[in-house]
């Protein structure tokens, strides 16, 4: 069941929007809108009868609203941030780029492995928008999803919200 829920959790931060800001934003605060949709994921009934047990849900079709921290080095870095905060070996190479928009693709080769495509278009140095898409094999199981997302730069004290640690 942990794993499940681990490899849940890489999932959706394979969908984070935080790659969408580099070199493209502005150090600050950022309010980042991230909606999951068309997920699936085949999990053992006996692991979805526990997570039904502890009331968890699937994220399929749901808003997940958060605030990040961008530093000036994260901003400066003209690099899309690593993704690989786990076991999922994911590497992120740009294959466009522009001034108003980038393409990247990943491949996850860790307990997690597949690959995605990230589709960005910026809006000046205060907004982005874009989407994102995995298809792979987590844990033995297929796995499939799509998100979209959005930022929206906020101020530049970040405040309570400390920047992601160097990785």
């Known amino acids: 069941m942990r794993n499940q829920l681990s490899l849940l959790a890489a999932i959706i931060l394979l969908s984070s929007s935080g790659l ?50 961008m530093t000036q080095a994260e901003v400066d870095a003209d690099k899309p941030p690593a993704m690989d905060k786990g076991k999922e070996h994911c590497t992120t190479n740009v294959t466009s780029r ?26 000046g140095d205060t907004q982005y928008a874009g989407s994102y898409s995995f298809k792979g094999v987590a844990q033995g199981n297929p796995v499939s999803m799509s998100s979209s997302f959005k930022g929206q730069w906020l101020k530049a004290d970040c405040g309570a919200v400390k920047p992601n640690p160097a990785q």
């Open 20 to 69: 969408a800001l580099a070199a493209h934003g502005k150090a600050g605060l950022w309010s980042v809108s991230t909606t999951m949709g068309g997920m699936t994921m085949q999990i053992p009934p006996e692991a979805l009868a526990q997570m039904k047990a502890m009331n968890m849900k699937m994220p399929d079709s749901q808003t997940i609203v958060s605030q990040m921290c």
């Open 98 to 123: 522009s001034a108003s928009s980038m393409t990247a693709d990943t491949v996850c080769t860790g307990e997690m492995q597949g690959t995605g495509h990230v589709q960005i278009s910026y809006t």
